[in-house]
């Protein structure tokens, strides 16, 4: 993946080694891949590098920018700096109004931030607006629900769900949400989302007091991003 994002990044630079508007998704790429590797002062200079063309791309890349560089001052400690970044998103996504992706977007990285940051109730807040309680897990699973709605979409806000059942001590309940998330990740191969979701099986198995079955929902996840370098997920 790296090695992809640099030659559309080669791509997308000049001669005269100036930034096309269009390498603000390479930029993207590599700043999600660094934060991944725990590199996270290089994540975000690509970032700002990256939001600064998305001006000149379009508004919706701007508003995907916020949201990445957010999640990225919170883990270098920045909250209030990150909260700000998602407040511009969510203005941006309130002006637009040819689709609703955009405004769940940046509702669930509101969510996930609220978490972060010990703010339970406004997650539960959250929740409480996208109606998960009237909606049923296996509608987030591909094939089902909205086709309107991505699926990577779908997955991450139940994902947020079942942090927020974390927070609130509720292990049965976010082990049913992940238990059905897990499997699709092993049918399609998502690499990244398995490691997410098994470390937040490990702490439900955690808080059950199942602590071998946590114990191996954790070796899992960590031998199979050994290879890769995964590191910040954990």
């Keep these: 993946a790296e090695a992809v994002f640099h030659q559309a990044l080669e791509l997308a ?3 005269y080694s100036l930034r096309l508007p269009v390498a603000c998704r390479a930029l993207l790429g590599l700043s999600e891949i660094a934060r991944e590797w725990n590199h996270l002062e290089q994540a975000r200079r690509l970032l700002e590098e990256a939001l600064q063309l998305s001006r000149q791309y379009n508004e919706t890349g701007e508003l995907v920018m916020y949201l990445s560089l957010a999640r990225v001052l919170q883990e270098q400690g920045d909250g209030e700096k990150a ?20 405004d769940r977007l940046v509702d ?9 940051q010990g703010n339970i109730t406004a997650a539960a807040e959250w929740a409480a607006r996208r109606g998960f309680e009237q909606d049923i897990i296996t509608e987030a699973l591909p094939g089902s629900g909205s086709r309107l709605i991505p699926y990577d979409l779908r997955e991450a806000e139940w994902l947020v769900y079942a942090r927020l059942h974390l927070a609130q001590n509720q292990a049965e309940a976010a082990l049913e949400t992940l238990t059905l998330l897990l499997a699709e990740a092993e049918k399609q191969g998502r690499a990244r989302r398995l490691h997410d979701i098994l470390l937040q099986m490990a702490l439900a198995y955690q808080m059950q007091g199942a602590i071998d079955l946590a114990v191996n929902a954790l070796a899992r996840s960590l031998k199979q991003a050994e290879p890769e370098g995964y590191t910040r997920v954990f």
Excluded: P, Y
Excluded at 108 to 116: G, M, N, P, S
């Design 108 to 116: 669930a990285a509101l969510a996930r931030l609220w978490l972060q």
């Design 83 to 102: 909260l700000e970044l998602l407040q511009k998103a969510q203005a941006i996504a309130i002006q637009s109004t040819s689709s609703t992706i955009d």
């Design 13 to 15: 630079t000049t001669q």
